[in-house]
């Protein structure tokens, strides 16, 4: 699959600053270049420059990652307060959490109130949080940093995703290794592993096969016979979907687990995921987007407004994605990352601006939860100020790979050295 151009946006936020994402359009202009892309009924399967030769199964029982990008830089001072830093407090005199409102508590760090549904998952040692994370250099472009963090091989011109070199060095192949939930396709999914797009996992089946099973059957046993024999990224993209779309269908039918999910896109999204992954269709790797997150007006009260709205649906959306899995959870590991943080004095609009360091927050299967990590490079007051990254976010998303999945770290984040973070039972 070929570069994926930023040159169509989702929306404008607030601040007036565009939200990047290619769109469905985009996407299939860019996979036109040098590989294909295969539109069935809302969902895309992409196949890189390669001939897919046959669908293969995929493998059963395995671990798999899951990424929520917080979309816009959202701010980690608010969602992991340091209470024990005095200039936090000090350069936030109308947005900060008050010491004595903020959960899951210890000397030095606390979260935002509005976290309370991960309390349980804290609490039975399955959700921890590294502080003063983010990328080596700051870059306070939505969209060069968000390029530069999801690739994650710096000075590389081959432009492939951190996750499709993931799927693509875990010695398992399969139609359904990765699966980008959401209107777009992330660059930390680019690459020449083919990847499953849907915006809701009912969508997800070829056109003109949702009503009869005699209809469904019919139709799909034409396209089959039609591109068995095809030729080239175009005929192994079909046979490739087809299977994708085929084996979707059990993940369609697992019954709900009344999780109590918003009803929001990204509450969507995570119970389509949900579905899938108790479906156990051999999926190693999927992104799901939450945004926006790009505060620089209106952050708002502990009690009320865009952060506390936002801390709400995150953190209700992924109590709710491990309730809805089950057994299943004892095989997936969440992460949330984002392209940035936020400066660390609020501003005159009562926002903050585009900054470096951030947090990321670690959930479910080999964590070591229950606690803080990283270290904390301390705050300085000004309005320029930063929050220092201390810790390289690959090292964390290294640690995952390193412990969860049988890929090498060395070739999914290449010339890279990860430092020892400890968020992760070895």
């Known amino acids: 699959m070929s570069a994926l151009p930023h040159d169509e946006f989702l929306a404008d936020d607030p601040c ?31 196949v890189g420059a390669r001939d897919a030769v046959a669908a293969k199964a995929a493998p059963r029982g395995g671990n798999a990652l899951v990424v929520v990008s917080l979309r816009g830089a959202a701010d980690g001072l608010s969602l992991v307060v340091p209470h024990g ?39 039975a040692g399955k959700l921890a949080a590294v502080h003063a994370t983010g990328l080596p250099v700051p870059n306070r472009s939505h ?46 999914m680019a690459g020449p592993q083919p990847v499953m797009s849907f915006a809701s996992l009912e969508r997800a089946r070829v056109a003109g096969t949702g009503r009869r099973a ?84 209106g952050l708002g009260k502990p009690e009320s407004g865009w952060m506390r709205n936002n801390a709400t649906e995150l953190s209700t959306a992924i109590a709710a994605f491990f309730a809805d899995l089950g057994p299943a959870a004892d095989r997936v590991t969440l992460v949330t990352i984002s392209e940035f943080g936020r400066r660390v004095q609020e501003n005159a609009n009562g926002g903050l601006d585009h ?30 100020a930063d929050v220092s990254v201390t810790t390289d976010y690959r090292s964390v998303l290294a640690e995952i790979v390193a412990t969860r999945t049988s890929a090498s770290t060395a070739a999914v984040f290449p010339g890279f050295q990860p430092e020892a973070v400890g968020v992760m039972a070895a």
Not at 255 to 273: F, M
Not at 362 to 384: I, T
């Open 16 to 46: 007036g600053c565009p939200q990047p994402g290619p769109t469905r359009r985009s996407m299939l202009r860019g996979a036109a270049l040098l590989g294909a892309t295969t539109m069935f009924g809302g969902t895309a399967v992409t």
């Open 85 to 123: 830093d005095p200039v936090y407090y000090a350069a936030r005199p109308g947005i900060a959490v008050p010491a004595d409102q903020l959960i899951a508590k210890d000397g030095f760090f606390g979260m935002h109130p509005a976290m309370a549904p991960l309390l349980p998952l804290w609490t």
């Open 143 to 188: 969209f060069s940093a968000m390029e530069e963090l999801e690739d994650a091989d710096p000075g590389s011109s081959q432009r492939v995703g951190w996750l499709n070199r993931l799927v693509g060095n875990d010695g398992s192949e399969g139609s359904l290794r990765a699966l980008a939930v959401g209107t777009s396709l992330p660059t930390a």
């Open 214 to 297: 005699s209809a469904a059957t019919g139709r799909l046993g034409a396209l089959n016979a039609q591109w068995a024999r095809a030729a080239g990224p175009m005929g192994g993209a079909f046979r490739e979907a087809l299977a994708a779309v085929v084996d979707l269908r059990s993940a369609v039918e697992q019954p709900s687990n009344l999780a109590a999910y918003p009803t929001t896109d990204l509450g969507q999204a995570l119970s389509s995921v949900a579905r899938t992954l108790r479906a156990d269709l051999g999926v190693a790797a999927v992104t799901v987007d939450s945004g926006i997150w790009d505060m620089h007006v």
């Open 355 to 384: 900054g470096w360091g951030n947090v990321m927050l670690v959930a479910g299967a080999g964590v070591k939860g229950g606690q803080y990590y990283g270290r904390w490079p301390g705050l300085q007051a000004g309005l320029d």
